[in-house]
């Protein structure tokens, strides 16, 4: 085996998201003595792409459009060469369009170890996508997961044994994502408190929830007001409802931003309302920035904000139970304090991007170590 084991990172592209973050991150974060880290994407654009050139990270373009049309052929064939120009000995696929596409074929190329990643509850998936992942659940390896929550749901939920699945926790980089005064922007500037959240926009994120609880406490701190960061399909639909609550004056909606850590400074509060979530990489950099936070009681959320002590959690889908949260901390600005202060402590002590680099470190030997494994 070489000094430098070569290993091939799989995402669809290279845009904002949670995979397309986390690729990005562990390419830089391994430890490049032990590893030689590769990116693979069918799309290579985006701001990840900058972030991987500067780390001089090698960035493999699978021309693939469609998984049915001559593309996934002329996919396989780049793929093949990749793999055997570079002796990669590792492939790990970070999210469904890759792991369907990319597991099958490494296997049939011979990768010595192949994995896939499961970082979302399965439901959220289609119907295609949820039966092909089932294929991939037996060709890969093993399959890589973001929280207990996830893991449990695969084990009964999808009957996969216990041994094939590896939690690891999400990494939040603290150089970047910590507390420190930030100027605000002047529609901010006279606000007593910020409230926002800051995700890709999309219909699992449940941001009605938050207006429509923002709408029942505003009364209480009339200077407050309410940020929301991000893009998506669901934007014109929140910025409806937020004038129909009769929010426009409160309510600002900012698009995704590069500049996520002076986003998140700007906030006192963040809020994730969510139905669904593995690990969510939002919540743990607001928290890393010393954000007061509350969040939904579903998935992996848990598992990162124990509640009353590092953040406060609400009942899912529950705008009243959301606002009762929120009153809380409106009132007690100690309180907001004591709980932004303990989730920072938390961020770094428990997630930070050394400890998940380190701990994929060990998980990768483990299965390099022989060669193969069953």
Known sequence: ?????????????????????????????????????????????????????????????????????????????????????????????????????AVPLARLFRVPVVLSSHLYFRFLTSARDSLALRVVDHLAHRIVVNSQAVRNHLMEDFHIPAERLFVAYNGVETDAFFPRPEAPPPFLRDASLVIGSLCVLREEKRLELLLEAFAKVRQREPRMRL???????????????????????????ETSTSNVPFWMRCMDVFVLPSRSEGFPNSL?????????????????????????????????????DLARQLAVLIENPELRRQLGAAAAVRARECFSMETAARRMRKFYDSLLVAGRVS
């Not at 995979?19 to 693979?40: C, I, Q, S």
């Not at 940020?227 to 909606?253: H, N, P, Q, S």
């Open 284 to 320: 743990l950099e607001a928290m890393a920035c010393g954000c007061a936070a509350v969040a939904s009681n579903v998935g992996g959320i848990p598992e990162l904000v124990e509640d009353g002590r590092t953040g406060l959690l609400f009942r899912s889908g529950d705008s009243s």
């Open 227 to 253: 940020l929301i960061v991000g893009d998506g399909y669901m934007r014109e639909k929140w910025m409806a409802l937020r004038d129909a609550l009769g929010l426009a004056e409160t309510c600002r909606f």
């Open 1 to 101: 085996m070489p000094d430098r084991i070569p290993i091939l990172l799989l995402v669809r592209e290279l845009h904002v998201g949670g995979n397309e973050r986390d690729v990005a991150k562990l390419a830089r974060y391994l430890d490049p003595d032990r590893f030689e880290p590769h990116v693979g994407c069918f799309l290579p654009s985006g701001e990840r792409r900058a972030e991987l050139d500067a780390a001089h990270v090698p960035i493999l373009h699978l021309p693939v459009r469609s998984l049915r049309n001559r593309t996934a052929l002329d996919g396989a064939r780049v793929l093949r060469s990749y793999l055997r120009r570079h002796n990669i000995q590792l492939l790990h696929a970070f999210d469904a369009p890759t792991s369907i596409y």
